[in-house]
């Protein structure tokens, strides 16, 4: 089946540093990505849609300039945490869509911590 | 807003019984429900789903049930397992909609007691 690689599964980094997550489709390949975030006890907000060779889409709310998406290709989208701060601690997933829903397929998640 | 709602954050239930898990929405373009189990620190995965022209849907051990009149859909596990203890997310989506978006409940906690 489908499967989307998330890597790191957790980072722990310094205020003011930035992060990088990827995210990878294995053996297909996602015109779409979508990035989300969960707070503990709490619902998996959609942060942006991620298109390949397109800008991403970014929810209302959230800061373009600090959460730095690139679709560059059709197996990999990543998102970039600029300048983290300790409120950016997040759990952070990324998913790809196929054809169906069904193949909404999710990453494992990153795990930030920012100290 | 909350658009999709799962209004219990937890549920316990004893090995072989039943488990039923709610969720109800408020957007009535939403035509299309799924559900997602979650394992801590993993991304959630998918269970089963339903379309709006349906009312019922099974697969194995899973049951979802959507009463479109009332915008309340729920998730039977049946008989229930201690592996069945996770994160159940309930998520609805527009299928005309043309960048396949959805939006998530809350969670429910199922615990499932050997």
């Known amino acids: 089946g489908a499967v989307v690689s998330q890597h790191p599964s957790r980072v722990i980094c310094k205020s003011g540093t930035s992060v990088k997550i990827e995210c990878r489709s294995l053996?297909?390949?996602?015109?779409?990505m979508f990035w989300y975030r969960q707070f503990p006890k709490q619902s998996l907000m959609l942060m942006a849609t991620?298109?390949?060779?397109?800008?991403?889409?970014?929810e209302q709310g959230v800061e373009k300039d600090k959460f730095l998406i690139n679709h560059a290709s059709l197996t990999l989208s990543t998102l970039t945490v600029t300048s983290a701060h300790p409120e950016d601690s997040s759990f952070y997933i990324c998913s790809a869509v196929i054809s169906t829903y069904r193949g909404y397929t999710f990453g494992s998640g990153t795990r930030l911590t920012v100290v | 807003d909350q658009q999709v709602k799962q209004n219990s954050p937890s549920l316990s239930v004893q090995e072989g019984r039943i488990s039923i898990l709610n969720c109800d929405y408020t957007n009535s373009m939403f035509d299309y429900f799924l559900w997602y189990k979650k394992y801590p620190a993993e991304g959630p995965t998918f269970l089963i789903s339903i379309s709006s022209i349906k009312d019922k849907n099974e697969d194995g051990r899973f049951t979802v049930f959507l009463n479109k009149s009332a915008k309340h859909l729920s998730l039977h596990i049946v008989p229930s397992q201690p592996g069945d203890s996770a994160v159940y997310f309930c998520a609805a989506a527009n299928s005309g909609g043309s960048n396949y978006k959805l939006t998530f409940g809350k969670g429910t906690l199922l615990t499932v007691n050997p």
């Open positions: 991620s298109n390949e060779g397109s800008k991403a889409t970014y």
């Open positions: 053996d297909f390949q996602a015109t779409t």
